[in-house]
């Protein structure tokens, strides 16, 4: 059975940053791609990075270019969202998402709230 775990998220001011982790029970090689979605109050889930598991190519949405960073420990069967200069926008629960064949698997999300 395929999991994935996010952690990391909390309460932030305007301007600050958090890093979310992304734990998986198989190895990173195991996906074809994993990435970060984010679904707001009232939103539609929404993609803010991704990647493919071959390649080193990143992907990110417009609203998060420049600010936010997706990486991987392929030792630690981990993946990392770095975020910063963070505004109330991105005030979300952000999900983890993995490719396992035809499957998608989806972490049970953490939320990230930005205010003052």
């Known amino acids: 059975q395929v999991q994935l775990a996010e952690s990391g998220g909390g309460l932030v001011q305007p301007g600050g940053s958090l890093r979310l982790s992304c734990a998986a029970s198989?190895?990173?090689?195991?996906?074809?791609?994993m990435g970060w979605y984010r679904q707001a109050p009232g939103k539609q889930r929404e993609l803010v990075a991704d990647?493919?598991?071959?390649?080193?190519?990143?992907n990110y949405a417009d609203s998060v270019k420049g600010r936010f960073t997706i990486s991987r420990d392929n030792a630690k069967n981990t993946m990392y969202l770095q975020m910063n200069s963070l505004r109330p926008e991105d005030t979300a629960v952000y999900y983890c998402?993995?490719?396992?064949?035809?499957?998608?698997?989806w972490g049970q999300g953490t939320l990230v709230t930005v205010s003052s």
């Open positions: 198989k190895t990173i090689f195991s996906f074809i791609a």
């Open positions: 998402n993995a490719q396992f064949g035809s499957l998608v698997v």
């Open positions: 990647f493919f598991t071959s390649a080193a190519a990143t």
